[in-house]
């Protein structure tokens, strides 16, 4: 990798790092006529669709007890994988739990006012499969959506002539009530509208390539979905004593996750600068994923960066508003305080993004594409709707009966003056 200076970015190299593409619009058209003829089709367009892209002949959609033989058989075994995969659902269902909000119930004056907080009833969780496996992804889907409490939480997972073990069982642990072998734009179309086999959900979250978020944009609105996400990233400010060799350790690892993330280092240190690029280069030669990792470090998005000052590297991190950002710096407490725009923050040399990714108990499923700015990552939240309740004796009305007519008439609208006044005729 080559080291460029913040300063002498031109705009379209700010633009490159700045505006971030998942790729969405060019799949759009080809994604809603995929979504339409699920919907329309049902189970049949499931099975064509499994055939056509991924090559698998489905028999049953529905493997739920496909993923319950899987845990059984990995616990039977022994097999130390699965002691991984509960030892991170307890982590992630710990962290979670300490989401949990509480109703509640107070008094402003004379007027009794609350909120509480209730899970939706279906949730559809998308884990994706295909070249890789990602039973992590499996723990952070499912779990936030149990630990809210909803009724009925369901997988879509990409079919194969024999199903990953490791991602049933982590399906399994998680507590999904049903699992579907149903993967790419189809599945989403599935769990948004349902099929004679697929139960179809009030929300669909989880990650995905392309196609997977542009038919998350089309079913929007159909019904709620986290966000829309596009390649993974990391950004790493480092200040002059972070090692370099763990400063490419990070930016390598995000790097073979896809040919189209976006991996970043930013310090004020030119020395430092020189060295992560050295060492990015050492660490990549024969990497399982070389291909993969290399094409991502020749993103357009991707680079070394050296900033003038930290101020100028903040002021970067503020502007990228990483997925991932890892700080690696002495005072990394007074930067973290200087940044609002991130999906997980990772502070010191000891906390890599994979820690995150698998085992911490923080939700790997985050915003990209500058989506830090506008939103957090997947979360118990993203599984509750929230309603506001009041109770008002006589004297409270009372009290408010001439604010609440004048702003009624105000707005023309003497029915609601006039119910007010009727309570004291």
């Known amino acids: 990798m080559d080291v460029r200076t913040v300063a002498d970015l031109s705009p379209a190299e700010r633009r490159a790092f700045f505006e971030r593409d998942a790729g969405v619009d060019a799949v759009r058209d080809d994604v809603s006529e995929i979504v339409g003829r699920v919907r329309e089709e049902g189970d049949v367009a499931l099975r064509e669709f499994s055939e056509e892209f991924d090559g698998v002949t489905v028999g049953n959609i529905d493997v739920t007890d496909d993923a319950e033989r899987a845990h059984a058989e990995l616990d039977d075994a022994g097999d130390p994988v699965l002691d991984a995969v509960r030892e991170a659902a307890a982590n992630i269902r710990a962290f979670h739990e300490r989401q949990r909000p509480e109703d509640w119930r107070e008094a402003f004056g004379d007027r009794e006012l609350g909120r509480r907080f209730r899970p939706l009833d279906r949730a559809g969780v998308y884990v994706p499969g295909g070249a890789a496996a990602y039973p992590s992804s499996a723990l952070m889907g499912v779990i936030p959506a149990t630990v809210a409490g909803v009724d009925h939480v369901s997988v879509a997972t990409p079919p194969a002539e024999e199903l990953n073990p490791v991602t049933l069982a982590a399906i399994h642990e998680a507590g999904a009530d049903a699992v579907y072998q149903v993967g790419g734009a189809q599945a989403i179309g599935a769990l948004a509208y349902g099929t004679e086999t697929v139960t179809n959900a009030q929300k ?20 709620e979905i986290d966000f829309l996400a596009g390649p993974s990233e990391v950004l790493v400010l480092a200040d002059g004593g972070a090692d370099p060799d763990l400063v490419a350790a990070d930016l390598v690892a995000q790097a073979e996750h896809d040919p189209n993330a976006s ?78 725009n991130a999906g997980s923050v990772f502070l010191g040399p000891y906390s890599p ?66 119910s007010v006044r009727k309570r004291f005729e």
């Open 353 to 418: 993004v994979a820690a995150g990714d698998y085992a911490t108990g923080t939700n790997h499923v985050l915003p990209t594409n500058g989506g830090a700015k506008r939103y957090g990552g997947l979360s118990v939240d993203t599984f509750l709707r929230s309603s506001t309740v009041q109770r008002l004796d006589r004297d409270a009305l009372d009290g408010l009966s001439d604010t609440i007519t004048t702003l009624a008439e105000a707005e023309g609208l003497e029915a609601h003056a006039e």
């Open 263 to 340: 991996v970043v280092a930013v310090t004020d240190d030119a020395d430092l600068a020189s060295a992560v690029a050295e060492a990015v280069d050492e660490q990549v030669a024969g990497r399982e994923r070389e291909e993969t990792i290399r094409a991502a470090l020749d993103n357009e998005a991707s680079g070394v960066l050296h900033a003038r000052s930290m101020p100028e590297a903040v002021l970067f991190a503020e502007e990228y508003a990483a997925e991932h950002l890892s700080i690696v710096a002495d005072d990394d407490e007074a930067l973290l305080d200087r940044i609002s």
């Open 204 to 223: 669909v979250v989880g990650p995905g390539n392309k196609w997977v978020t542009a038919a998350k944009a089309v079913v929007q609105g159909d019904v």
